[in-house]
């Protein structure tokens, strides 16, 4: 049976509740992705993703004897909304876990929610990190594994001398960018030659900001763009891009929040050779991603595509759901500890590991736009281990996160103590 065929009473039935024994069946997995709005571009295949993943558990036999059932709410790309979504998750609908958000505004609504609550959230996205949450599982890139590798592409491989850094204006943007900024400087950068620029989420007239860019290198100099544009605001200044005649060769960009989702709505012939920084690609060769793929596309169709939150939904729900086994609980505490040292395969190749401080251990890939909408991988590292904190901003370079052994997300290790994190939610 597959997921298409599944009553939709059965999606919302109300039975167990969060953290329950596992003989309370069925297995409630909560999907917090928006389904309208400005980011349903990037969630929507996401809620699909999770589908996919709870029908293959269920094809599997489920978990501790039970059938795992989906709850999907549409948080419609309304931060405060997020919130409340995820609060009807776990009182109302009774969730043992929730996989979703994608921005981080979204997460950092949600987050008192789910501390309160004492819920449990994977959350698949590349984010600013400068956040540890013992009820949150960090699936996505941290900086280091993401912001701070394709910059010294830039500059190592591509010869790039100054930078425009442009972003959505929310917390991602501006806390990666700030943390690039003091990176940049460090490595010799002058900040005049660092641009830095935000817009609203839906943002559609790129023109002056890309004869800003056009203009950054009228002294010779090599300009290069690192993108935290988020949503649909990606097509709008890519077709700018292309409109103002501007190739890979002239200023090269490097996207974190374009795969091939947003890509596929594209026309992508002006972008080839612009880039990406992900942990996955589909174009990946490998036997595991054939599969994955296939599968995919066999379900949701041949022109649907996979992207790199897809495996973070992936190897975090394989995770969670060999931690339930290990517990034989799915009380959210016992998960919790089981979590620790998890490993599951890449689709990409390798293994992914699980660290005390929720975050995975990863590869690094950089991928090359194609004409087709894919991307050709062009540099890969060893897996990085994610860091919650980053070692460029100097408050931060002091702390770090261990919740297995320290019971702290935020332990200062020159005072030897555990500081407490004030809400910015």
């Known amino acids: ?25 069925p297995i409630k997995v909560g ?7 400005t980011m349903a571009i990037s969630e929507t295949t996401l809620k699909d993703t999770m589908l996919m993943l709870v029908e293959d558990q269920n094809d599997k036999g489920g978990l501790l004897g039970c059938e795992l059932e989906a709850v999907v709410v549409d948080p419609a790309s309304d931060w405060p909304l997020f919130a409340e979504k995820a609060r009807e998750l776990l009182t109302v609908h009774d969730v043992d876990v929730i996989f979703g958000n994608w921005t981080s505004v979204s997460r950092k609504s ?18 600013e990190g400068e956040e540890s949450s013992k009820n949150v599982f960090y699936t996505g890139a941290a900086p280091n594994q993401q912001a701070i590798p394709a910059t010294d592409y830039f500059l190592e491989e591509l010869g ?10 929310y917390v991602y943007p501006r806390t990666t960018n700030n943390i690039l900024e003091a990176y940049l400087q460090d490595k010799g ?23 800003d860019v056009v203009a950054l290198g009228a002294d010779g100099k090599k300009v290069g763009v690192i993108s935290t544009i988020n949503g649909d605001a990606n097509i709008g200044f890519y077709k700018e891009l292309a409109a103002a005649g501007i190739s890979a060769d002239d200023i090269p960009v490097v996207a974190f929040s374009v795969g091939e989702e947003e890509l596929s709505g594209l026309d992508t012939s002006n972008l080839v050779g612009h880039l990406a920084a992900w942990n996955y690609f589909q174009s990946a060769d490998t036997e595991a991603n054939s599969a994955f793929v296939d599968k995919w596309k066999t379900l949701m169709g041949q022109e649907r595509v ?28 016992a ?16 293994t992914a590991v699980m660290l005390p401080n929720h975050h995975l251990a990863k590869p690094v890939l950089i991928g090359e736009i194609q004409e087709d909408g ?23 370079a002091v702390l770090t996160s261990d919740w297995k052994d320290l019971g702290c997300g935020m332990y200062n290790t020159q005072t030897e103590t555990c500081v407490q994190l004030k809400s910015n939610y």
């Not at 049976?1 to 069946?25: E, N, R, Y």
């Not at 999907?31 to 709005?37: D, E, F, I």
């Not at 790039?160 to 204006?169: I, N, P, R, S």
């Open 1 to 25: 049976m597959t997921f298409f065929t599944k009553p939709a009473a059965s999606v919302l039935a109300l039975t167990i509740g969060a953290g329950a024994a596992a003989a309370d069946c």
């Open 31 to 37: 999907v917090l992705h928006s389904l309208s709005g």
């Open 110 to 127: 949600v987050l008192p929610v789910i501390e309160e609550l004492n819920g449990l959230l994977f959350y698949p996205v590349q984010y």
């Open 160 to 169: 790039v001398e100054k930078f425009a850094l442009l972003g959505t204006d």
């Open 189 to 211: 950068i002058p900040a005049e030659d660092i641009f830095v620029n935000y817009t609203p989420f839906g943002h559609s007239d790129w023109s002056k900001i890309v004869a």
């Open 306 to 333: 996979t992207n790199d939150p897809m495996e973070a939904h992936y190897i975090g729900f394989n995770m969670w759901a060999n931690a339930v086994s290990a517990a034989e609980t799915t009380d959210v505490d």
């Open 335 to 350: 998960v919790r500890t089981a979590m620790y040292g998890q490993e599951f395969p890449n689709l990409t190749g390798g």
């Open 374 to 396: 894919q991307f050709d991988i062009i540099s890969a590292t060893d897996p990085v281990p994610g860091d919650a904190w980053t070692d460029f901003l100097p408050d931060s």
